[in-house]
């Protein structure tokens, strides 16, 4: 229901895009000024949600042995005990999916037996996606700025790195669409995935998947107009903005797609891009054991907590009976 849902409100979406050629200043001008705004709103909303969430205490990830005994090993970035050690986690995190790295796939083997075994496919094309969406939005900076970016070139030059083809093929054009397949069939095929699957999962992949092939289409096979392009796109993030005389209707789709996910990031688990750096299970050093920490709004609710001592006094006489071990024998 969820894929079938999914595909439907795609196409819906692909068709107002497409159909946007009719009005240039409505779906090159009005949608995607509509759309930055609420991305950024969204995501400041957000943002500041996370931030006023409270966190009394430190939530660690325990995936290593902490630091302890001089003499036991420890594990300092996967279980860190200071801010440099945590920072080195998160940069492994968000540059490496470490903790997808470490995925596990459960089966069961023989009809009866319980076996977990290593799964790095998931990490391999979910690092691909990501790189290749990174590197393709940093290389659209030849339309957003003028003049070109110099790590535009750069970057330009090692993705074509191959030198095949005319205009050169990018490596990260195939790897998106090669990861985005992986992604969307990896939900479609197994059949454990697919259960647990909803509209929201599929729906993002649909939308990205139709900004790369838009975009290919457009780099490949059908030539438009990047001159005239990248003066509607300098106007409008200089906020003087061109209004194009005509639009091809696949810039259009592309663009739209583009408004569409801008729309539809802060709302959805897109929203996780940003969410990893507010993320207490991530960005707080293991240090319990070595620092107190205390709850930093206790005095001012004047908390009243329900020590030991008074538990025991309270259930002495039932702990008694059960021959449970006492600190203090009689109050
Ligand atoms: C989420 C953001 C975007 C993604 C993921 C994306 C993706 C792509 C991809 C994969 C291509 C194929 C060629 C290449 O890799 O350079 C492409 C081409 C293109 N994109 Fe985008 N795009 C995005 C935003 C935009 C925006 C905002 C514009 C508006 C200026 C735009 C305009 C174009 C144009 C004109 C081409 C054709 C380039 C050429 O002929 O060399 N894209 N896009």
């Not at 790295?101 to 094309?125: C, H, M, P, Q």
């Not at 054991?289 to 309270?314: A, G, L, S």
């Amino acid at each position: 229901m969820g894929l079938f849902f999914s595909i439907v409100a795609f196409f819906i979406v692909a068709l107002i895009g497409y159909l946007g050629y009719f009005s240039p200043m409505i779906f090159g001008v009005v949608i995607p000024y509509l759309a930055l705004a609420i991305f950024l709103l969204g995501i400041v909303v957000r943002i500041i949600k996370w931030a006023k969430s409270p966190v009394p205490f430190r939530i660690t990830t325990t995936a290593g042995q902490q630091k302890t005994m001089p003499w036991i090993r420890r594990n300092r970035f996967d279980n860190p005990s200071n801010a440099w050690e945590t920072i080195v986690r998160m940069l492994l995190e968000i540059l490496f999916f470490r903790s997808l790295f470490r995925n596990t796939k459960a089966s069961i083997k023989d009809g009866k037996k319980l076996v977990y075994g290593s799964e790095k496919w998931l990490w391999l094309f979910a690092i691909l996606f990501h790189w290749s969406f990174l590197i393709i939005v940093l290389r659209h900076f030849r339309f957003f700025s003028q003049p070109t970016p110099n790590f535009v070139s750069l970057l330009q030059s090692i993705d074509g790195f191959f030198q095949v083809g005319v205009p050169i093929i990018y490596i990260t054009n195939v790897a998106i669409v090669v990861a985005l397949t992986y992604l969307f069939l990896r939900r479609v095929i197994n059949q454990k995935i697919k259960y647990i699957s909803l509209s929201s999962d599929y729906f993002p992949l649909l939308l990205i998947f139709g900004i790369a092939i838009t975009g290919i289409l457009m780099r490949y096979f059908f030539k438009v107009d990047l001159v005239q392009i990248k003066e509607l796109a300098v106007g409008i993030l200089s906020f003087n903005p061109v209004i194009p005389e005509a639009l091809h209707p696949l810039f259009s789709l592309h663009l739209f797609l583009v408004s569409v996910l801008l729309i539809y990031f802060p709302m959805s688990k897109l929203v996780h891009m940003p969410g990893i750096f507010f993320s207490p299970t991530r960005n707080l050093a293991n240090d319990n054991r070595e620092k107190r920490h205390i709850n930093p709004w206790n005095n001012e609710f004047k908390m009243h907590y329900h020590t030991y001592e008074e538990y025991e006094d309270e259930f002495r006489e039932v702990m008694k009976n059960v021959n449970l071990p006492l600190e203090k024998e009689e109050k």
